[in-house]
Structures are given as C-alpha cells and as structure tokens.
C-alpha cells in the first residue's frame, strides 16, 4: 500500500490529479476492524476541469500506464493494489473528496473520507455490501450521529436512512 | 475473546497496521481463488446432495 499511496501522491505533485480520497472497503477499514477486500477506492478531482461537461480519467492511466502501472478489468494496479479511479458523481462525492481527513500510511500521507461521508455514500449506493458496512459503523459506533443527520439531510438522503432504519436496525437501538 | 471486543480491539489499530491486515487477507482471499477452493453449490445442487446422503 505504501508504493501505491506514493505513486497516487506522485500524480498529485504533478497536477494528474486534483484532491483524492480513499473511499470503499479501505477506507472504511480506517475507521472500523479490517474487513477482506481486493481493491483500492480512490475518488479524484482533475486538475483543471472547472465548468467542463466531459472529463477523463485517460491522464491518470497515462501517467500510471508510465510507470509501471497494468491495467486489469475497471482497475488499474499500482504497487500490489489493484486501483479504482472513481470521479466525484454527485455534489456528495465531491463534498466527500472535499472534507476527507488526512492519515498516514506507514508514514506516507493520505486521504480517507470521513466515517459519515462512508455511510451516506453507502446508503446512496444500496448494495448488500453497502448495507452490510454501515451496520458495521453503527454497530462499533463508528461515526458522529449528528453530522451523519447533516449530511444526510443536505444531500436528500434522510428518507433513504428512515427506511434503512426500519429494514436493519429496529429494535437494535 | 467475545467478537465485540475483538472488533473494538481491531478498530483501535493504526492505520498502518489495519492496512497490513487487509493485505493478509486480500492475499489469502487471491489463494482461495487460485487454488479453486471457492466453489459455492447451488442450491439444487445441495439439495440433490442432501437427497442422495438419506
């Protein structure tokens, strides 16, 4: 992981890339006990894309492509970790990239997103494997209720979290 | 050690440290699948199993 964060910082210092942050199973695992996953979730801004429609993540594959990097399905590995490139969808995503806290890795530093910005980009998302993951949060009590409710309410998802309430957690709590 | 307490244990690791775990499993997980071991039955299959054990 440390070759791979020193590869994405790299690409940063270069100006590939805007602001990242580590999404998915790993960076839930920031927050949480470790759970088995094959693959890196890194949501990035481009460097100078302001008030354009198309944007393309070719830079980034360019640049890997050039040192080292294989391409392989929707991933492309660098270091020993296969690597997602995933842009911002929605005003969530780019607030997630926005506000994520810095961390080291052995000693290289990153970026991961928030425990609440994980959950509501879960909750966004839907799949048993989402739901699976915010149960986790609740259960080890992993993020700041409060700011979840913010969150959630700014981005039209409070309905989505009633429901999920229902569904998972009723006479949980 | 009850499984509340070993995820409260695993939660409170470094970041460094959970990654590395991560890694084991990430690469016990590509052994698995290497080695053909993750074959899940259907369940008409495990039925029929069940069948022909009686």
């Known amino acids: 992981m440390k070759a791979t964060l020193e590869v994405i910082n790299q690409m940063q210092a270069d100006g590939i890339i805007g602001n990242y942050a580590i999404g998915g199973a790993v960076g839930a695992t920031f927050y949480l006990a470790p759970a088995a996953t094959v693959d890196l979730d890194v949501f990035v801004t481009l460097a100078g894309t302001g008030g354009t429609l198309l944007v393309s993540l070719s830079p980034i594959y360019e640049f890997l492509k050039s040192r080292g990097g294989k391409a392989q399905d929707e991933y492309i590995v660098v270091g020993d970790w296969p690597v997602q490139f995933l842009l911002p969808s929605d005003a969530l995503e780019e607030e997630a990239v926005r506000d994520a806290v810095f961390t080291t890795v052995e000693g290289v530093v990153t970026r991961v997103m928030t425990a609440e910005h994980l959950v509501a980009i879960a909750l966004k998302t839907g799949r048993a494997k989402d739901h699976s993951r915010i149960l986790q949060f609740v259960e080890q009590a992993a993020y700041d209720p409060a700011r979840l409710s913010e969150i959630l309410d700014r981005h039209g998802l409070s309905a989505k979290w009633t429901q999920f309430e229902h569904r998972f957690l009723e006479g949980e709590q | ?54």
């Open chain 2, 1 to 54: 050690m009850s499984k509340p307490k070993l995820q409260a244990r695993l939660a409170a690791l470094s970041f460094s440290e959970k990654i590395k775990i991560l890694e084991k499993l990430r690469d016990r997980e590509k052994a698995i699948e290497a080695a053909g071991m993750r074959r899940q039955p259907s369940i008409q299959s495990a039925v029929a199993e069940k069948k022909r054990q009686r």
